[in-house]
Structure formats: C-alpha cells, structure tokens
C-alpha cells in the first residue's frame, strides 16, 4: 500500500491512515530528511522485531528512534544542560543524536547499555505523522538487498511489499545518512561525519 503525501502540505486525511497502521502494529517506511526510514511504534516489541527480521541486524545493535519535539525526547532521555542547547540550536535537522535513556526506553532497544539514538527530521510528513500517532517511531535506512540505501519509493514498495504494511510516498530523497553526535560525557563526540555539518563540534 503506498499512500502519497505532498511533503510541503500533508494531506491529515493520509497522515491518520499510517498513524492507525503504527496503532495496529504495522511496519511502515517513511521519509526523512536525510533517507527513508522504516519504522513502527517504539513500545511495539514484535513489531520491532521484525525490523530487525527485514534488516537482518543484531539485536545488539540497538535501533534509533525519532521524537516529535525537545519536550518529548526528554520523556525518553537524559539531557544535560549543554546537550540541550546544542539540540534546540540543530534540531529538526540531520542528526542522531546519543543520550542516557529514561526508563521510558523499552529494554529491547538497550541491549548493552542505557543510551539511546533520537532523531527530530526536518522533514514536515514525517514530523506530522509522529506528533499524529503521539508516540516516537522507530528510525532505521532502508537498504535493499544488497545493502545500498534505496531513494526511491515505487522500488521499495516493490522489493518490500511482503514486508511492510505501507509505504509513504514522500517523493525521491538522497542516500546521505544523519551524522550521529554523542552526548553523553561532557563534551560532545562525533560518531559519524555525514548529512548535518559537524566541524563546530
């Protein structure tokens, strides 16, 4: 199923349509602003599980998720003063952002220790759709079989239509991923140069 949804103006009418998919369980891809991310709801355990079935990952390899605001990714993480500032200043934008998790955090995405990965893409579906379903969504790239990231949404429709339960249709994206930022000690540490500019860090 792909639902196509004007990226400037989405169209609520389809926007509750994928919220209700997430609300049921489904797996869903979406748009970003870096890739294409496929996700469901953050307290589905075995919808996360297939996930990890379709990527073929390690459960130790723990996925993130994005949030809909800087008040809703303090439900789900610890937050330090500065760590704050630099993410009201970046964010939405094309980061991963690594902080201490809450105990809000479902442990299957904990496997080795309480850290989590949390998006806020500036990217207007895909903002609207998690503030519609009112609980984070998993983020993760979809590849395709041999691996690379994929940009266009009729091909993942085609090569996942066994696995997804939609698609959204947010229109050709890059293959840049967001470049991943820890937060955690004192002072920030790049874990990956990509898509948000990192040389202030």
């Not at 760590?83 to 201490?100: D, N």
């Not at 609980?135 to 990231?149: D, F, Y």
Request: aromatic content about 8%.
């Amino acid at each position: 199923m792909i639902f196509t949804i004007n990226n400037q103006n989405p169209q609520m009418r389809l926007i509750k349509k994928a919220s209700d998919i997430l609300e049921e369980g489904g797996v869903i891809i979406y748009p970003t602003d870096t890739v294409y991310g496929l996700g469901c709801d953050l307290f589905n355990k075995k919808a996360i599980e297939k996930i990890y079935e379709i990527k073929r990952r390690d459960k130790k390899q723990p996925f993130s998720f994005v949030c809909s605001d800087l008040s809703d990714i303090s439900k789900y993480a610890v937050v330090p003063t500065y760590a704050y500032k630099i993410m009201r200043h970046l964010l939405p934008g094309p980061y991963t952002f690594i902080l201490g998790a809450s105990r809000m955090v479902p442990k299957i995405l904990l496997p080795r220790r309480r850290e989590v990965g949390i998006r806020i893409p500036d990217n207007l579906i895909c903002l609207t759709l998690v503030k519609e379903f009112g609980r984070p969504i998993i983020s993760t790239s979809v590849k395709n079989s041999a691996g690379e990231i994929m940009t266009d949404p009729e091909e993942m429709a085609s090569e996942f239509k066994k696995a997804v339960d939609c698609v959204i249709d947010g229109g050709i994206v890059g293959n840049e991923l967001s470049s991943v930022v820890k937060l955690v000690e004192e002072t920030p540490q790049v874990i990956r140069a990509a898509k948000g500019d990192v040389s202030f860090f």
